[in-house]
């Protein structure tokens, strides 16, 4: 018998920050190697920056990095401490 091949759980995860006066926002974290660069966000007609990806389930850490400043997500009370001295949200991807 073959071994059966079970494909990794992945959730759609939206993410949003209320920035409508920013010029660029990127989501940032462990997901992506914390690149500035790799999940650049799209502002909707409201005004608010989106970003959807398919994250396996775990444990991420995560931050946006917004005109060139780190900024916290405001909707987000889950945080835990970095190396550099400030704060990250968490976030758990589960599968309910």
């Known amino acids: 018998m073959a071994p059966s091949k079970e494909k990794s ?47 396996d389930i775990g444990r991420y850490e995560y931050k946006f990095f917004v005109d060139g400043h780190w900024q916290s997500d405001p909707q987000n009370g889950q945080v835990c401490g970095n190396s550099f001295g400030t704060l990250n949200n968490v976030l758990m991807v589960t599968l309910s």
């Open 9 to 55: 759980k992945k959730r759609r995860i939206t993410f949003s920050l209320n920035a409508d006066k920013s010029t660029q926002v990127a989501l940032v974290g462990d997901f992506n190697n914390w690149s500035e660069t790799a999940h650049p966000m799209k502002k909707n007609k409201k005004g608010v920056w989106e970003k959807t990806l398919m994250l």
